[in-house]
């Protein structure tokens, strides 16, 4: 049996390649934000951010209620996040929307 979401997620991929010299920047940013994320305790939002085998390119995983706001948005240390990724970028970041079919302790 799969865990399912019993409200509408929309749910997005994030991928991004980072100069790097600019490695530990993203790292202290992204802390940043997942301290201010336990003190806030969003509801409804699910995220995580992983680094690839590469060592420079991430991936942020990112569910929020379909037709809800963003709540990372409203974070001081999220907006100085999304800051700095525009001048850590190696390239361009991509984005793409998920279909979830099943879940199990993920989402």
Do not use: C
Not at 27 to 55: H, I, N, S, W
Not at 95 to 105: A, N
């Amino acid at each position: 049996m799969h865990d399912t979401q019993t409200q509408p997620m929309t749910t997005v991929l994030i991928r991004a390649e980072v100069a790097p010299e600019h490695v530990a920047d993203v790292e202290a940013a992204a802390a940043d934000v997942f301290t201010a994320l336990e003190a806030a305790k969003p509801e409804g939002l699910q995220y995580a951010a992983m680094r690839l085998d590469d060592g420079v390119t991430y991936v942020i995983l990112l569910s929020t209620p379909e037709g809800g706001k963003n709540p990372l948005l409203s974070l001081p240390e999220y907006q100085q996040f999304v800051k700095g990724l525009r001048e850590w970028l190696a390239g361009r970041s991509t984005t793409e929307t998920l279909t979830l079919l099943g879940s199990y302790r993920l989402f």
